[in-house]
């Protein structure tokens, strides 16, 4: 028989959490069908959490989720040792997958008992981390998803035209939050979407994103404001169009919007800066960092998402982070722009 690798384990979780496309839960059920030991870590998931199958289910918050699984960990490291947890961890690691679970009389003993599995699976399976991963990754598809819709809803009332502001030839496009008159920031006209109750503000906010502030969206008065409020408030780079371009809709073979673009992390918050930004190896081949540099969510014109861990879609070989030309040691200065309809550049 096979041994089961770390690949197959996060498959069967992902599988069982419901979190793999077509393509890998066909993979899963030949594996499950297959492989014995993937069969079994199989239904001692079932059997591990089949308790909780009766209660009613109510949301609950990630944050809060992810806090109970550190502070759980936090709390056996400080009472048994780092070395001593790692031992009782192995010793869980040499009994098998399978985890008994008695009666459970209330529900703190739910809580508890679910506390637990949920940490000795942590420490059976690091692919645990990797399952958390792809659940931030389907959220944050699902928010660029919602930013489709009420761009569909926008075109059927403006004559199948996109949201589009007037533009300078040599305008700057990163002043995101700049609220004066002049067209500043290449956000400017996903903000019609905003400020035209198209699109909730939240959507904008990737919800795999580190930050180190949340912002208050739900209390925003979007009628007082020309632009988002600053960069905090959009983790998404939008397709820098040429002031020349007059766009008709979605109608081309594009990448509209996609994860937050590298270069965007070095922008100066001070708009009467100039920003000067040399580029390197690092940064021509660094993806997103809102997934943590794994990759980035895609949002094509034909309303489809995707996840790439390369910097190009699909669609073409183009990058969709740096103009056409550019390489290392090319400055980026915050005013230019393609130079052809095929060169994909998502900004700031």
Known sequence: M?????EHRQLVFDYFFELTSEHETAEAERLLATNRQAAELHLALKASLSPLDSLEPEA????????????????????FGPARLEELLAAERSRGVTIRIPFLRNWGEVVAVA????????????????????????????????????VSDYLADYDGMLPTVSVAQD???????????????????????????????????????TVDRQVDVESLDVDQYNDFPGRAYIHFSIRVRPPQEAEPGLVQRRVLMADLNPLCESLPTDHSSRPSIELCKE?????????????????????????????????????????QGMSCGSMVKGREYPSSDTDTFLAP
């Open 283 to 323: 940064l021509l081949r660094s993806n997103s960092r809102n997934h943590d540099s794994r990759g980035q969510n895609l949002l094509l014109y034909d309303g489809s998402v995707e996840f790439v861990r390369v910097r190009r879609s699909r669609l073409s070989d183009d990058d969709i982070y740096t103009l």
């Open 115 to 150: 506390a637990v599995i949920v940490l000795i699976l942590s420490g059976l399976f690091p692919a645990v981390g990797m399952m958390r991963q792809k659940q931030w990754q389907a959220r944050c598809g699902q928010r660029l998803g919602g930013i489709y819709h009420g």
């Open 171 to 209: 305008a700057p496009w990163w002043k995101v939050g700049y609220q004066g008159r002049e067209n500043h920031s290449n956000t400017r006209r996903a903000w019609l979407l905003v400020r035209q109750r198209y699109v909730q503000p939240s959507l904008f906010l990737c919800p795999a994103r």
């Open 2 to 6: 096979t041994p089961l690798t770390d």
């Open 60 to 79: 609950c918050p990630d944050e809060l989720a992810e806090g109970t699984i550190r502070r759980l960990k936090e709390q056996a490291e400080a009472e």
